[in-house]
Nanobody, 126 residues
Framework: QVQLVESGGDSVQAGGSLRLSCAAD????????MGWFRQAPGKKREGVAV????????SYADSVQGRFTISQDNTKNTLYLRMTSLKPEDTAMYYC???????????????????WGQGTQVTVSS
């Protein structure tokens, strides 16, 4: 059981930036796919960005490509999501998730992750 705790959510104006953090209770680098997912009111949870570790392994949803960056600090067992040029449509609860993985591209499907944090709210106003 991997314990994940998100933080960093806030209310910001459109065009602003935020950095979300996800603290894991163990070293996940290249042992787990780590991902950020989001769920807006009335919508299904969707994948935002995932990584196995290292810049070359990251994948992004088309809607955030070029604006969001996923990264890891292995010394702190922490996953980050740097969000820039935020839009009102980015408003959602953001969740950190993990699944055991060892090589290859990390999946983006919600159903493929079995460890989840409680979420952190991001609200972007126009």
């Amino acid at each position: 059981q991997v314990q994940l705790v998100e933080s960093g959510g806030d209310s910001v104006q459109a065009g602003g930036s935020l950095r979300l953090s996800c603290a894991a209770d163990r070293d996940t680098y290249r042992r787990y796919c780590m991902g950020w997912f989001r769920q807006a009111p009335g919508k299904k949870r969707e994948g935002v960005a995932v990584t196995l570790g290292g810049d070359s392994s990251a994948s992004y949803a088309d809607s955030v490509q070029g604006r969001f960056t996923i990264s890891q600090d292995n010394t702190k067992n922490t996953l980050y999501l740097r969000m820039t040029s935020l839009k009102p449509e980015d408003t959602a609860m953001y969740y950190c998730a993990a699944v055991t993985w060892f090589s290859g591209t990390c999946p983006m499907g919600v159903w493929q992750y079995n460890y989840w944090g409680q979420g952190t709210q991001v609200t972007v106003s126009s």
